[in-house]
């Protein structure tokens, strides 16, 4: 497959400066970061939440960090639950299954950002199947997550 076009579309047109990056193939987030031996802490991974009216929210975090929900609702006031899997496959009906790009943006959804990406020099994200790569700097990152919300709600799970 390779980057959706939804999602190159979105990088191009608001001028995100970005590279591929091809590795073999892998299921997970932490398999991805195995297989091109990139550190855990520079892949971003995507979860979709919801809340109790129905209003999605993908969280962005490290791929070595897991989400702490009680701290995500403090900092949104809303309570949230994970998105069952079925629900969220039909929301990236053009990514492959699992491999969910974290830039809610090109869905039209609501986002935020965990605060320990932005100690990354380089991050990467999934770019809708489970063999390529997006690769940016953190001011490009930034400019990608220019106006979602952002905060420290996560924590790490693994070294």
């Known amino acids: ?23 073999q193939h892998s299921h997970s987030s932490v398999g991805t970061a195995i297989t091109a ?4 802490t520079q892949v971003a991974k995507a979860v979709v939440l ?10 962005v975090l490290p791929t070595n960090r897991k989400i702490n ?6 900092e949104l006031h809303r309570d949230f639950h994970l998105l069952h899997e079925q629900d969220v496959y ?16 090109a869905y039209n959804m609501d986002c935020i950002y965990d605060d320990a990406l932005m100690d990354q ?9 489970h063999e390529t790569l997006i690769k940016m700097d953190r001011d490009s990152f930034r400019q990608l997550m220019e106006g979602a919300h952002h905060a420290s709600f996560s924590y790490e799970y693994m070294h």
């Not at 809340?51 to 969280?59: I, N, S, T, W, Y």
């Not at 929900?69 to 403090?74: C, F, G, P």
């Not at 020099?121 to 199947?129: C, H, R």
């Open 1 to 23: 497959m390779s980057m959706t076009p939804r999602i190159n579309e979105y990088l191009n047109e608001h001028h995100i400066a970005y590279q591929t990056r091809s590795h």
């Open 37 to 40: 031996e990139i550190d855990f």
């Open 50 to 59: 919801e809340d109790h009216e129905g209003r999605k929210l993908m969280a």
């Open 69 to 74: 929900i009680a701290r995500l609702r403090d």
């Open 90 to 105: 039909k929301l990236f009906r053009d990514c492959d299954l699992g491999a969910i790009p974290p830039i809610a943006q």
């Open 121 to 129: 020099d380089e991050i990467y994200l999934e770019a809708g199947d």
